[in-house]
């Protein structure tokens, strides 16, 4: 066995779990007696622990309330109820957008909201008080609550964590943060990189710790992984979000910085270089100051969803900060306390750098993912003695060029390395699958990124 | 030899992957005194045994040569021998992502067909994970079964022989995940439905025609499965070169290329040229694999109503 997991799947209390509404995933740390504010809503999460994972709740004054099955009508079921009790027309003639046909105020949906009323009430409030909603035909009808069902509906359902929905919430938050690494290429990194329990793989990435989570999730606790990182520490805030994994699965991590393969590659040891940190400007913060690449006249980065930053709070990146401005116990009474401390750490520090750099050492590993928004090239170069022959590496990028210089680099180089080399993207199209009106979805996500991989084989002249 | 631990140099009995540039790749079990013809010429297995996995191997007429490598399911489903169409791995990718997949899981497949899929998913779900595969083709579920076995996943493996669209698998509360690859898929998910664990998990189907997804979504949506999603993922690969590009005459004066000491005398056509690395798309690919149909089933308490509902 290689693991105790499979755990529970009954909603604990502070486990992070992934809320979810409509087409919405949030982490959030579950604390009883807490109140969460999500999505124009707040309510405390008491009547959800020690329900199956997957159990969907209705908001209304504050608190959660189980939706049971036979009420469970879900968006489809509150469209066929609502349709079919008018009477519809034949076609949209009659129809005269002139948003005078809601006979209801905004201000009165708001105060419906504000006193606690559920959505399905709310819901069916809208739908009477429009009063061309019996002119529609049933298509538009169907559309018309659909639309109004997505702005009032509060159903939301507590979900366990997995790569798949963790990758999807990244993706949709803010995917500049995680180098727009999208849920079909992440998948493809970790198979055409044969990530499996008991490999040992490294992994470079600046995707804000997903790759590393979900290469993790992959080795089940057997093997290794080796993040080099840059900066003074890697960034992982994605992996308290891999709320399933236990510590067993998380202590496969090691760490070594980028900064050091120099010292491992020319085998000299303990000549280091010490990087000259802006100060007050952490390097590990690549929304800040994007270091590794920034395009001149289009700002790469995109607005972060603000309406969830309370709760960002609650777990994840701020969490972790906030403990470490707290030491853990009583406040150093001395500068010289502190400076102990310090000290403590680096030595941990340097212990934690030597295991990884054995491992390495053996440059024998299973192989290598790199996924950052720096320039891949010579990170590919120098990565890639630390792999063993007959071993698959694995590059992506948001960019095809600077790919297309790693490809360069492969063939140029003297000693060939690389057999088979490829570079793909993918297509990754959505369906709506209606009876009647099946059809791709009209909108696609065009942008997948870029990926080279190949077979590393023994030098070889 | 496992195709789930790397090992460093081949012995007798195993199965490598030898290939040549982008020829085809073509798996072999190595045996003592065995032949392989390759386009170069022939390799003697003596030759291949005791070397490590990732060399150059030369045929015995010293012209050609061949690399020897360590079978990966990619690498499989790159070079089985096909008795059925097959998955590859763009869809496998998302296949085993969208099931969440990992070491650990219990799955059900139909069908086995050649086992391109089965090899993968085994990878993923070892050390203790296990896959239950369904064929009801008798030939291919012995090939199959035979090759998990040389493949050293036959502790992961269960290979069955059976129709499950009359039979149904025969599992109930065992599975973390079912796959379907067969005609009419939406005639087995009410039993994938039974062999799902109680505390719920993922489904999904791979059909080539619309048609197909039609049914197994009405099918889905009946028997109670949420997050119904239906998607295609193709790969488009490119080709990458360098490309010499000349770089016409436009009168004197004007020289565009960077290398100054290429360019020749301002009389003749072609002023000089430039060699720059390009991505070319590819004339034809392949256009359509299938429709993937992924789907959640909520834990069982939940979807039948029942026991824990009571507690609030
Ligand atoms: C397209 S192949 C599967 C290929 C497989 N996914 C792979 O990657 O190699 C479909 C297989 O399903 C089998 N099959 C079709 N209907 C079946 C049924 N009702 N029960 C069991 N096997 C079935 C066929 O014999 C065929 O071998």
């Known amino acids: 066995m290689c693991d105790d997991k499979m755990a529970s799947e009954l909603i604990e209390e502070n486990k992070v779990v992934l809320l979810h509404v409509k087409d919405i995933y949030k982490p959030i740390r579950l604390v009883k007696r807490r109140k969460i504010k999500f999505d124009k809503i707040s309510f405390v999460p008491d009547a959800a622990i020690g329900l199956p994972y997957g159990s969907e709740f209705e908001v209304a004054r504050g608190n959660l309330i189980l939706v049971k099955e036979e009420e469970r009508r ?11 009790v008018v009477e519809s027309a034949k076609d949209n003639r009659l129809i005269v957008d002139d948003g005078l046909s809601q006979k209801l105020s905004h201000e009165e949906i708001h105060q419906m909201k504000k006193d606690g009323m559920s959505g399905q009430e709310i819901l069916e409030s809208v739908v009477q008080g429009s009063s061309s909603f019996k002119d529609r035909t049933k298509f538009s009808q169907e559309k018309y609550v659909k639309k109004k069902y997505k702005r009032h509906s509060h159903v939301l359902s507590i979900i ?27 998948s493809q990194i970790l198979t055409l990189g044969n990530v499996h329990a008991h490999s040992r793989i490294v992994v470079m990435e600046t995707c804000q710790g997903l790759l590393t989570g979900a290469v993790l999730e992959r080795l089940g606790g057997c093997g290794q992984v080796v993040q080099v990182f840059f900066g003074d520490k890697p960034v992982r805030d994605a992996l308290d979000v891999f709320a399933h994994l236990s510590e067993r699965e998380r202590s496969v991590l090691l760490e070594y910085p980028l900064h050091r393969l120099g010292q491992l590659l020319t085998g000299e040891g303990g000549k280091e270089i010490e990087l000259q940190l802006p100060p007050g400007a952490p390097l590990e913060d690549d929304t800040e100051n994007n270091e590794g690449s920034s395009t001149r006249g289009e700002d790469i980065r995109e607005e972060d969803d603000d309406e969830f930053e309370d709760e960002e ?49 053996e440059r024998n590993m299973d192989g290598l993912l790199i996924a950052c928004r720096f320039y891949p090239e010579p990170i590919l170069m120098s990565l890639i003695n630390f792999i063993g022959p007959s071993r698959p590496v694995v590059v992506y990028s948001q960019f095809q060029e600077p790919l297309v210089r790693c490809y360069q680099k492969l063939k140029e180089s003297e ?40 077979t590393t084989i023994s030098n070889i002249n | 030899m496992s195709f789930l631990k790397y090992k460093a140099a081949i012995e007798e009995g195993d199965t490598v992957i030898i290939c040549r540039g982008r020829e085809r790749l073509i798996p072999v ?4 005194g065995g032949v392989t013809q390759v386009l170069g010429g022939a390799i003697l297995h003596d030759k291949l045994i005791g070397v490590e996995f990732g060399s150059k191997v030369y045929t015995s007429n010293n012209k050609g040569w061949v690399i020897v490598l360590h079978p990966t399911p990619e690498l499989w489903t790159l070079s089985l021998p096909h008795r059925t169409q097959i998955l590859y791995s763009t869809d496998i990718s998302m296949i085993t992502m969208q099931l969440e997949l990992r070491p650990g899981s219990t799955v059900c497949e139909c069908g086995t067909g050649s086992g391109s899929l089965s090899h993968a998913i085994a990878r993923t779900i070892a050390p203790d994970g296990h896959l239950f595969t369904f ?59 039974t062999a799902i664990k109680r505390t719920g998990g993922r489904i999904c189907s791979f059909s080539p025609c619309i048609e197909q997804v039609q049914k ?38 004007v020289d565009h290329s960077t290398d100054k000491s290429k360019s020749t005398k301002l009389t003749q056509p072609i002023a000089s040229s430039e060699t720059i690395w390009t991505c070319a798309q590819r004339r034809t690919i392949p256009g359509h694999t299938g429709f993937l149909t992924f789907a959640t089933l909520l834990h069982k308490d939940i979807v039948s109503g029942p026991s824990t509902v009571d507690q609030i």
């Open chain 2, 216 to 253: 197994t979504c009405e099918e889905l949506n009946k028997l109670g499965f949420k997050d119904i999603g239906v998607m295609e993922c193709l790969l488009r690969p490119f080709d990458v070169r360098p490309c010499v590009f000349n770089i016409p005459n436009m009168g004197s004066n």
């Open chain 1, 160 to 186: 366990k964590p997995t790569t798949r929905l963790i990758a999807q919430y990244y993706y949709a938050k803010g995917p500049s943060k995680i180098c727009h690494l999208r849920l079909d290429m992440l």
């Open chain 1, 313 to 361: 709070e609650e777990c994840g990146a701020a969490k972790k900060r906030r403990i470490e401005e707290e030491p853990a116990g009583p406040l150093p009474l001395a500068p010289t306390n502190e400076d102990e401390e310090k000290e403590r750490r680096r030595r941990e520090r340097e212990l934690l750098y030597e295991g990884a750099a054995a491992v390495l050492n």
């Open chain 2, 29 to 32: 079990i190595v045996k003592r």
């Open chain 2, 135 to 193: 064929e009801f083709h008798e030939k291919r579920s012995q090939i199959a079964k035979d090759e998990f076995e040389a493949h050293g996943l036959s502790h992961i493996v269960t290979v069955k022989c059976s129709d499950v669209c009359q039979e149904g698998f025969g599992l109930e509360d065992r599975v973390d995940a079912v796959f379907l690859d067969l005609p009419n898929p939406w005639e087995a998910i009410s039993s994938a439905k």
């Open chain 1, 74 to 84: 879900g968006e489809e079921g509150t469209i066929s109820q609502l349709t079919e």
């Open chain 1, 415 to 454: 000693s060939g390395t690389a057999f088979n080399i490829q570079l793909s993207e993918t297509w990754l199209r959505h369906y709506q699958v209606l009876s009647g009106r099946t059809h791709p979805a009209v909108s696609m996500d065009g942008q997948s990124g870029y990926l080279l991989y190949f």
